[in-house]
């Protein structure tokens, strides 16, 4: 299993572009999430989606559009990138079972916004 | 929505050393889990500990949900260990709360 893919690992856009971080999951978990990390902060929920075709909002889910097509992939847009949007962000997955729901992480995206 | 609260900000540790983290919620929870972020920025989970004791070789956690509060205690420190811990809480719905976490460099 590779587990939760993040791509890409690092980018830097301009102000008003826009782009799409990926995450994939390979572990058929029901549960998926976008946070992001600014510095020496904690991880803030962006979005989270339940089930393949539900997502609800986060804790900071202006800018940010998400959509489950499918169990295995939760792509995160940004619509039109400001520097506020700096961050890495991080893509989670899990699932119920045995009454445990614990999170599995990507490696990160790195983003730059100029 | 519930808060969560870490304690000590940072850690200073000399090699060897034991130490002890907490964190602090403000709601009855269903999930509590402890996560370790190396230097890297990868993030693993330690434990899945809504409720008791469990351990992990030098790792142990312990969480009194009665009194909303959870330890994490690293025994024998070693330079690997550095990094932030973070613990993570949910209450009602499907939102886990991270806290601010705890940076703690263990020194050679």
């Known amino acids: 299993n590779a587990g939760v893919t993040q791509t890409p690992k690092f980018q830097v856009l301009k102000t008003g572009q826009s782009m799409t971080l990926q995450c994939a999951q390979d572990?058929?978990?029901?549960?998926m999430s976008w946070y992001r990390q600014d510095p020496g902060m904690g991880l803030r929920l962006i979005h989270y989606?339940?089930?393949?075709?539900?997502?609800d909002q986060g804790e900071v889910p202006n800018g940010y559009n998400v959509s489950r097509s499918t169990t295995e992939d939760f792509p995160l847009r940004l619509l039109s990138a400001a520097p506020s949007q700096t961050s890495v962000y991080f893509c989670?997955?899990?699932?119920?079972?045995?009454?445990?729901?614990?999170?599995?992480f990507g490696a990160g995206t790195r983003l730059s916004v100029l | 929505g519930i808060q969560v609260e870490q304690s000590p900000p940072d850690l200073i540790l000399q090699e060897g050393a034991n130490s002890t983290l907490r964190c602090n919620f403000s709601?009855?929870?269903?999930?509590l889990q402890w996560f370790h972020q190396n230097p890297w920025g990868q993030l693993i989970n330690l434990f899945y500990?809504?409720?008791g004791t469990k351990q992990n070789g030098r790792l142990s956690a312990t969480t009194v949900a009665t009194e909303r509060y959870s330890l994490l205690y690293i025994s024998s420190s070693q330079t690997t260990d550095s990094g932030v811990y973070f613990c993570?809480?949910?209450?009602?719905?499907?939102?886990?709360?991270f806290g601010g976490g705890t940076r703690v460099l263990v020194k050679p």
């Open positions: 993570a809480a949910k209450a009602a719905g499907n939102k886990l709360t």
């Open positions: 572990m058929n978990h029901e549960y």
């Open positions: 709601d009855s929870v269903n999930n």
């Open positions: 989606s339940v089930g393949a075709g539900i997502t």
């Open positions: 989670a997955s899990s699932r119920e079972r045995d009454g445990k729901n614990i999170q599995y």
């Open positions: 500990i809504p409720s």
